[in-house]
């Protein structure tokens, strides 16, 4: 009796490429992640400027500092209660870095799982210093808004406390014997700047510039705009440190 040797199986035609296993959708996809990150930055880079802007009143008169700060908590009234506006942006703003914060997160998990085999010897990326330090930029800029908020917003850590003047918390906030509290201000604010200009960039990207003339139109209106931003923020605590506002 004659045995069938041949497998059940059908063979595999010599030279037939084996099929590649479709790979699952990711939601969001990056490109909506990537908007998600541009969006919500250029919302608190408006704020940001914004917000800048109004702390050099200060160099026109305490007192026009003050009621620029009680003109703040007075927006929106009487259709919203006292200050009610002003917590209204807080979260709004808390729920910007949230979504960037998160978007960033995802995209860069993405990234590693796409490379999941590290090499022996791999060549170092080029990039900029911006781009390298946006992890420990964004930690710094989340425990500075912290700071920010308890200090001069609420007065909890500040000497002046929070039933205070805004102009008082400022100037006693940044008094030369909390030069520490001034320090970190300062280099929360280059990171925010450093930030700034590798975001501004990035943004540029995603919204589809690729040619080489517009990346560096891009780069230079990021620095311009972050070099201006820094200096803007830096110059209030600078200015009452060494007592040009007092």
């Given at each position: ?105 995802v995209l860069t998990i993405r990234a590693k799982k796409a490379r ?20 420990w930029g964004g930690v710094i ?106």
């Amino acid at each position: 009796m004659a045995v069938d040797t041949t497998s059940s199986k059908a063979s595999k035609p010599a030279g037939a490429a084996t099929p590649v296993p479709a790979r699952k959708k990711q939601r969001p996809s990056s490109v909506v992640l990537k908007l998600i990150m541009a969006a919500s930055g250029t919302l608190l880079v408006l704020f940001l400027f914004a917000h800048a802007a109004g702390n050099l009143k200060i160099f026109v008169g305490l007192p026009d500092f003050d009621h620029y700060a009680e003109w703040l908590r007075e927006l929106g009234t009487p259709l919203l209660p006292h200050a009610w506006f002003l917590w209204i942006q807080r979260f709004g703003l808390l729920a910007a870095i949230g979504l960037h914060i998160w978007a960033a997160t995802v995209l860069t998990i993405r990234a590693k799982k796409a490379r999941p085999v590290k090499y022996a010897h791999r060549p170092k990326v080029q990039g900029s210093y911006a781009a390298r330090t946006m992890r420990w930029g964004g930690v710094i800029i989340v425990l500075f808004v912290i700071w920010h908020i308890l200090d001069l917003t609420l007065g909890v850590v500040n000497p002046a406390t929070g039933d205070s003047d805004a102009s008082q918390r400022v100037v006693q906030g940044f008094d030369p014997e909390r030069w520490y509290v001034t320090l970190f201000y300062v280099l929360a604010v280059v990171a925010v700047g450093f930030h700034l200009r590798h975001g501004i960039w990035s943004a540029v990207r995603t919204m589809g510039q690729q040619t080489t003339k517009g990346e560096r139109r891009a780069k230079a209106i990021a620095l311009v705009l972050s070099v201006v931003l820094v200096a803007m923020y830096l110059s209030v605590p600078i200015a009452v440190t060494f007592g040009l506002v007092k």
